[in-house]
């Protein structure tokens, strides 16, 4: 059995109580990160870690580690990979986590050698008494794969976690430009030491030449199911089993598709024939996240993604770069798209709640939702939509732009919305940030614009302040309702449309919120007609404890959901 994952995790001081800091998303205790696998009883997350700067250019990436027992407070346990080695002199770079199946861990990850050149390497756990697992040994043959003659632009990186295939060997993917196409290249071990690649990629795409991060895991089909499967557990080519292929974009958005996995040619074919392109596959996430990957949680049988947000603020402030709050993952039951949703741990944070039921909100109405602290919030609103008649007809140029839709749309009153939430809102609406749904009329149907407006989200000059926008899969004629369920957290805003069918994360950074002023939160509508509020649920949330530096000393119990930080 093999639990995973990875790093693409780029790693807390307390945050100031009304800073950008966040109150219970990971972030490191200071300077600059870029996840995890389950073991008896404890969860290890790994993730690229610059321990001499808040800067990425400053010093040389290490791989941070720690560790919790309920994905939601963390104890930091210092570095599990520094650059020490010729193969990895200039970084230890991204790469995947895997638990062998006598129960030892293996750290696959990309090294930047003596001469700056990407290769593979692998380190192994030392003391498998150690339940914290601490120290960490890289062999001598490393590189274990260097870097291949076809590979073009020192494009080589990584490796995601290995699975095991029917005829006993190890399989990974690795990230490569091959000959300029943008490929995924699998190699096959015996041992974890000696890899042989695969003659076929496992996909090749020549829309783009660089392509990041791969996380390729199998996913159940059964109707309603919303377990994960072990990366080796799944039949390839049986009933019940599809495969995931996410590729990230350099820099930029991640995409992901659902096919058939050839577990004997090692290959895999995405779902739909237009598949091709990859820019044309579904996106993780519309807004600001980056390097998903995901780990088999066999403690609750679930597949879980971390991804990384980083900061738009270009202010230092002694740290750069967050972690997405964690989210369970599962195909839906049109087979093709996944449902993402926070990982139910998140409620034992949940304090002070308000509720709101049968509200109607008249066109240009808000209502707000005061009586907890709107900076450290889970709010879930379902809005009920009588009336899809008046809805406006979706131009074709805005199918594969939604953002576009969201920017040319957005002065206008819709047919059917705008409505939503207003979010990190000050006393004179001068600053707000607005998580909403516009509908649409097309081919006889309807779809749902979801959108994440930054436009006016702070006064302050030279900030990122774009819409996000995406559409929501689901039959809104039919329901007649739709879902939104948003995370707030100072200074980033998760929202999940339709029940985690679309998502959208940003940063957002209010001088209110700087300034100690307090923040608001409103439900709205500024469609023509009126929309019912028909449930609202809002909690405030405490502050977790993750990666403080104030505490020397290590007390956590690989049963208890406690976690006492350490430095």
């Known amino acids: 059995m093999t639990h995973t994952t990875t790093t693409n995790g780029k790693q807390r001081l307390h945050h100031g109580r009304h800073g950008s800091r966040t109150a219970y998303h990971f972030q490191p205790a200071k300077n600059w990160m870029n996840g995890p696998f389950y073991l008896d009883g404890v969860y290890h997350f790994f993730y690229q870690y610059n321990p001499h700067s808040h800067q990425f250019g400053t010093g040389k990436l290490s791989w941070g580690h720690s560790i919790s027992t309920d994905l939601v ?67 001598s043959c490393n590189p274990v794969i260097p870097q291949p003659s076809d590979v073009t632009g020192n494009n080589f990186r990584d490796p995601s976690t290995a699975w095991l295939g029917r005829d006993g060997l190890w399989r990974m993917a690795v990230a490569a430009e091959v000959d300029g196409v943008g490929s995924t290249v699998v190699y096959r071990s015996a041992d974890f030491v000696s890899w042989e690649r695969n003659a076929a990629p496992l996909h090749a795409s020549a829309d783009a030449p660089v392509w990041e991060c791969p996380d390729f895991f199998p996913v159940r089909t059964e109707h309603g199911s919303t377990e994960g499967l072990d990366t080796s557990a799944a039949a390839p080519g049986g009933t019940g ?51 998903g990957k995901t780990f088999f949680d066999a403690r609750k049988k679930r597949r879980v993604m971390w991804a990384w947000v980083d900061e738009t603020d270009n202010v230092a402030k002694g740290w750069t770069g967050i972690q997405a709050f964690p989210r369970a993952l599962w195909l839906d039951t049109d087979g093709k798209q996944l449902v993402q949703w926070p990982v139910e741990e998140i409620e034992t944070l949940r ?4 509720a709101l039921e049968g509200e109607v909100i008249g066109s240009g109405g808000m209502h707000e939702i005061a009586g907890i602290d709107t900076l450290q919030a889970d709010v879930e609103v379902v809005f009920e939509i009588p009336n899809l008649e008046e809805a406006e007809r979706l131009s074709p140029k805005w199918l594969k732009d939604p953002r576009r839709c969201a920017e040319e749309s957005a002065s206008t009153k819709g047919g059917v919305g705008p409505f939503g939430l207003v979010v990190m809102a000050s006393g004179d609406m001068e600053e707000k940030t607005t998580v909403f749904f516009r509908v649409f009329e097309h081919d006889g149907t309807y779809k749902v614009l979801m959108c ?35 995370l707030i957290d100072h200074s980033v805003i998760e929202s999940f449309g339709g029940g985690g069918r679309a998502c959208i994360t940003a940063r957002v950074y209010p001088e209110h919120v700087a300034t100690g002023a307090r923040s608001h939160l409103y439900v709205f509508n500024d469609g023509p007609d009126a929309v019912t509020v028909s449930k609202l649920d809002a909690w405030e949330l405490a502050t977790a404890s993750v990666n403080v530096e104030d505490d020397d000393s290590l007390q956590i119990g690989v049963q208890s959901p406690v976690v006492v930080p350490i430095q």
């Not at 996410?246 to 739909?272: H, I, M, N, Q, W």
């Not at 030279?462 to 004629?477: R, S």
């Open 73 to 139: 407070n963390w104890t930091f346990l210092g570095t599990a990979l520094d650059p020490t080695s010729p193969f990895d002199a200039e970084g230890c770079w991204s790469g995947s986590a895997t638990v062998m199946p006598d129960g030892r861990p293996a750290l696959l990850y990309t090294g930047r050698d003596a001469n700056n050149v990407q290769v593979q390497n692998v380190a192994f756990a030392m003391d498998l008494s150690d339940p914290f697992l601490r120290e960490w040994s890289k062999p």
């Open 351 to 354: 304090g002070r709640r308000v």
């Open 241 to 291: 089993v599809r495969h995931v292929l996410k590729l990230s974009k350099v820099a930029d958005e991640d995409y992901y598709v659902v096919g058939r996995y050839d577990d004997v040619a090692d290959t895999f074919v995405p779902g739909e024939e237009d598949d091709v392109d990859v820019r044309d596959w579904r996106r993780i996430d519309h807004g600001h996240l980056f390097g």
């Open 452 to 486: 994440t407006d930054l436009t006016r989200s702070s006064t302050k000059e030279g900030m990122q302040k774009q819409i996000y926008a995406g559409f929501v899969d689901v039959d809104v004629e039919k329901d007649r309702s739709i879902s939104l369920r948003t």
